[in-house]
């Protein structure tokens, strides 16, 4: 069974930082994208940032220049690195997935979620 684990949330004052990492495991044959979304109280669930396993990055308008994703394919990892936090980056943190289990078996897991709460 494939499973993602994060880790690195936490409790900061506005205009720091924080790093969130997530974790495969599990008997996988390929990653393909990676990405954190985000889900604060009473909205949807929302993209943060995404990365292609060539490397691609994609941003939310609201976290350009201040979110950084990046990947280990060797460490079958991908971490979101948080700078200049705001108050309204306050939300459940979630890592996704695009996995080959097999050549012909694709799974879309996601991560048990981890809290990031900004103080103003």
């Known amino acids: 069974q494939v499973q993602l684990v994060e880790s690195g949330g936490g409790l900061v004052q506005a205009g720091g930082s924080l790093t969130l990492t997530c974790a495969v495991s599990?008997?996988?044959?390929?990653?393909?994208?990676m990405g954190w979304f985000r889900q604060a109280p009473g909205k949807q669930r929302e993209l943060v940032a995404g990365?292609?396993?060539?490397?691609?990055?994609n941003y939310a308008d609201s976290v350009k220049g201040r979110f950084t994703i990046s990947r280990d394919n060797a460490k079958n990892s991908v971490y979101l690195q948080m700078n200049s936090l705001k108050p309204e980056d306050t939300a459940v943190y979630y890592c996704?997935?695009?996995?080959?289990?097999?050549?012909?078996?694709?799974?879309?897991?996601w991560g048990q979620g981890t809290q990031v709460t900004v103080s103003s």
């Open positions: 599990g008997n996988i044959y390929h990653i393909n994208s």
């Open positions: 996704h997935a695009d996995i080959m289990r097999t050549i012909s078996n694709r799974e879309f897991p």
């Open positions: 990365i292609s396993s060539g490397g691609t990055t």
